[in-house]
T-cell receptor, first 113, second 115 residues
Framework: QQQVKQSPQSLIVQKGGISIINCAYE??????FPWYQQFPGKGPALLIA?????SEKKEGRFTISFNKSAKQFSLHIMDSQPGDSATYFC????????????FGAGTRLAVHP | NAGVMQNPRHLVRRRGQEARLRCSPM?????VYWYRQLPEEGLKFMVY????????ESGMPKERFSAEFPKEGPSILRIQQVVRGDSAAYFC?????????????FGPGTRLTVL
């Protein structure tokens, strides 16, 4: 019930294409869903986050879509660039009790020129 | 405006030795979290601390691992009698005082290698 399932494990996209990464959760107590970007040898950096009271949030080329009834959320990267090549992690957080982020297993994105 | 600082960045220990990992939170942040990342896996929560208090250690192994966040100085994650399975990247995150605990900012990590 504490898990966040992320797919795909790896993704190859051509420059200019759309990258889509999906996550699903079970615990309805989760109320904050961030996405982190991690480059090799670096710590995760917060990319964008959403709360379940909205269905979509957009920041530049990055968009989160959220489906509360299906308990799923996804990250869309529009006009993907080689510099976007990194590992992306979805996460979930419950402000009602747990103070820890529950992370998905990660998606390794490679954007080819 | 320094971010979360961790040291050392890389640490090599032989089996049976002790490993000490340090974390200085962002300025103004009073909450510290430790996560462990095994190769090709996501981050797993270990412990959540506030100054001089352990709030949640549900992710900490029962033996050999301990954490502290003293009134003065950095947070310390200590691993005693390390084994090869402890080899991983250990990340510290910090967040502002209560109310925005979900906004966790991560440090660059300490990569522990146990020989």
């Amino acid at each position: 019930q504490q898990q966040v399932k992320q797919s795909p494990q790896s993704l190859i996209v051509q420059k200019g294409g759309i990258s889509i990464i999906n996550c699903a959760y079970e615990n309805t107590a989760f109320d904050y869903f961030p996405w982190y970007q991690q480059f090799p040898g670096k710590g995760p950096a917060l990319l964008i986050a959403i709360r379940p009271d909205v269905s979509e949030k957009k920041e530049g080329r990055f968009t989160i879509s959220f489906n509360k009834s299906a308990k799923q959320f996804s990250l869309h990267i529009m006009d993907s660039q080689p510099g976007d090549s990194a590992t992306y992690f979805c996460a979930a957080f419950s402000s009602g009790g747990y103070n820890k982020l529950i992370f998905g297993a990660g998606t390794r994105l490679a954007v080819h020129p | 405006n320094a971010g979360v600082m961790q040291n050392p960045r890389h640490l090599v220990r032989r089996r049976g030795q002790e490993a000490r990992l340090r974390c200085s939170p962002m300025k103004g942040h009073s909450h510290v979290y430790w996560y462990r990342q095994l190769p090709e896996e996501g981050l797993k929560f270990m412990v959540y601390l506030q100054k001089e208090n352990i709030i949640d250690e549900s992710g900490m192994p029962k033996e050999r691992f301990s954490a502290e966040f003293p009134k003065e100085g950095p947070s310390i994650l200590r691993i005693q009698q390390v084994v090869r399975g402890d080899s991983a990247a250990y990340f510290c995150a910090s967040s502002p005082p209560s109310g925005v605990a979900n906004e966790q900012f991560f440090g660059p990590g300490t990569r522990l290698t146990v020989l």
